[in-house]
């Protein structure tokens, strides 16, 4: 019998040699899946479906993993604040444990012998995709021929030629790679580490440039509305604040970060959703939480970023971390209202049921309700104590 092999395919250079080369020279089986975190239209889905199946896979499946991806990951993400390096929303790492997880969970379905990939061995999706297969599927053979025949991109093309394959081989100025929480863009500018991706290498370009208001509604820390419009899924509302503040070009930047192989790396992004929605969040977080609340998410949504961006999300302290983050939303209930302009965007304040700058309680700089002046007198003795006998022992000492 003919071993099966699961491949995870995009339609691409890389992926469509994986099928040629599975199929004809090692004889095996090919079962073709496609994971959808919010990267693709239906059209384009169809496209590379019947792209597989003209290159000779014996099936094709389509996951639509938005929602799932959302649930697993972004909601933590947004828990969190998370920003690598202060910048970068993780918008392909973070879909990378989604695809990863998905395939994982496909090969088990069809019984495969084996799972494929096409990363190259440059960079991190091929440590992420790896870790996971086998912690996941740890029986399967892991089939990377891009990476492991160190083929060139002209060799590739060279093969698919010989064994009749139409395509367009043409390769793009800017490698795109687009999801629901961000799309990453790639150029010969980010290859050094000088110089900026030019107006024209952005899928989203400026359309808008009068200021817009828009308000974000939040539920325990999970965003449910935008203006006037309900959604029954954050991903409705991600996707709709996507199509209003994309248009204003917001959300744009140069990530620079540590890769897991040890390297540093540059890549483009343009985030106008997430980054709106994370400093939204975060500003209405600022409003309801304590502080020493704020300071232990800060601590810990930084080190689940790092880790998620490593691949590590099947790490059992991940689920801890989870655990609390999703325990400190509880009151981050109420509505954010943020004005948007070309190229940033601005958030200008919040309404919440559980703001403790309530006004009952005084107000900061001009005047408290809660303590008389006495009370602050004997506080402040008391709060600085040991600093002062800290102080009065190293002057008695050094007289």
Known sequence: MMKKVVLGFSGGLDTSYCVKYLTEEKGYEVHSVIVNTGGFSEEELKEIEQRALNLGVKSHKTVDAVKSYYDKVIRFLVYGNVLKNNTYPLSVSAER?????????????????????????????QVRFDMIFHIMIPGAEIITPIRDMKLSREQEIEYLKSKGVSMNFDKAMYSINKG???????????LTSDGMLPESAFPTQLTKNDPEQVTLHFVKGELTGINDKQ????????????????????????????TIIGIKGRVGFEAAAPMVIIKAHHALEKHV???????????LAQFYGNWMHEGQILDPVMRDIEAFLEHSQEHV???????????????????????????????YGEMNQGWSGEDVRGFSKIFGNQTMIYHQVKTDQEK
């Not at 629901?180 to 980010?190: F, P, R």
């Not at 991600?238 to 994309?246: E, K, N, P, V």
Request: net charge negative.
């Open 231 to 258: 959604f029954s899924h954050p991903t409705e509302a991600i996707q709709y604040l996507q199509s209003i503040a994309g248009a204003f070009a917001i959300g744009r930047d140069i990530h620079v970060g540590d």
């Open 289 to 299: 939480l304590t502080k020493w609340q704020l300071s232990w998410k800060d601590q």
């Open 97 to 125: 444990m989604s695809q990863a997880l998905a395939i994982a969970e496909y090969v088990k379905e069809v019984g495969a012998d084996a799972v494929a990939h096409g990363s190259t061995g440059a960079g991190n999706d």
């Open 180 to 190: 629901i929480w961000g799309t990453s863009v790639g150029g010969k500018e980010t």
């Open 333 to 363: 209930t109420g509505s954010v209202n943020v004005t948007l302009m070309p190229y940033r965007f601005q958030v200008t304040g919040i309404q919440s049921p559980y703001d403790l700058m309530s006004s009952k309680f005084g107000k």
